[in-house]
T-cell receptor, first 114, second 114 residues
Framework: GESVGLHLPTLSVQEGDNSIINCAYSNSASDYFIWYKQESGKGPQFIID?????DKRQGQRVTVLLNKTVKHLSLQIAATQPGDSAVYFC?????????????FGKGTSLLVTP | DGGITQSPKYLFRKEGQNVTLSCEQNLNHDAMYWYRQDPGQGLRLIYY???????QKGDIAEGYSVSREKKESFPLTVTSAQKNPTAFYLC?????????????FGSGTRLTVV
């Protein structure tokens, strides 16, 4: 979920388990959402995106679910691997037709243990 | 290979100095962005540019300045007016700022005030 203050929420999972990372967004007008993965000291990398006319989208080992009713986004990672350990950010485009930049959540730290 | 390059990777600034962070992309992207990331925090938008010779302030533009004289380049100057500049700075680019345009990020510049 989203953090308040200086400490990121942390999700700890065992290797091979499935992970679910949650994100609440604030703007009901947002129509495009992206999940990014950021490893320590690096820039964020695109994982998967979804438009507001969809409620589910699948990629390789990842699935994004969108619930517009409660303004909630989740990222599911199947068979989590040690290389999945990173900080995960959700991002929304609040006014995509007006040239606004993406808004990013504060991130969730995923720790995969052997 | 196309990409986005930030330099330097590490930068040290003395009190009262202005410093400029470089961001170059060869992706032929129209839009470019600067974000600031503090420990345990999400990404906060400093400035963005949709086209050459045009840019807009983000949420935390005070103490920063940018220019966009070339499509490929979007340098960020951290001025002495920025009272707390120590942070990780991320540059990104996208094909546009409209629907479904995700970002490609650089690898970041870590700025420290000494």
């Amino acid at each position: 979920g989203e953090s308040v203050g200086l400490h990121l929420p942390t999700l700890s999972v065992q290797e091979g388990d499935n992970s679910i990372i949650n994100c609440a967004y604030s703007n009901s007008a947002s129509d495009y959402f992206i999940w990014y993965k950021q490893e320590s000291g690096k820039g964020p990398q695109f994982i998967i995106d979804i438009r507001s006319n969809m409620d589910k989208r699948q990629g390789q080992r990842v699935t994004v679910l969108l619930n517009k009713t409660v303004k909630h986004l989740s990222l599911q990672i199947a068979a989590t691997q040690p290389g999945d350990s990173a900080v995960y950010f959700c991002a929304e485009n609040p006014y995509s037709n007006s040239g606004y930049a993406l808004n990013f959540g504060k991130g969730t730290s995923l720790l995969v243990t052997p | 290979d196309g990409g986005i390059t930030q330099s330097p990777k590490y930068l040290f600034r003395k009190e009262g100095q202005n410093v400029t962070l470089s961001c170059e992309q060869n992706l032929n992207h129209d839009a470019m962005y600067w974000y600031r990331q503090d420990p345990g925090q999400g990404l906060r938008l400093i400035y963005y540019s949709q086209i050459v010779n045009d840019f807009q302030k983000g949420d935390i533009a005070e103490g920063y300045s940018v220019s966009r004289e070339k499509k490929e380049s979007f340098p960020l100057t951290v001025t002495s007016a920025q009272k707390n500049p120590t942070a990780f700075y991320l540059c990104a680019s996208s094909r546009g700022t409209g629907l479904t345009y995700g970002y490609t990020f650089g690898s970041g510049t870590r700025l420290t005030v000494v």
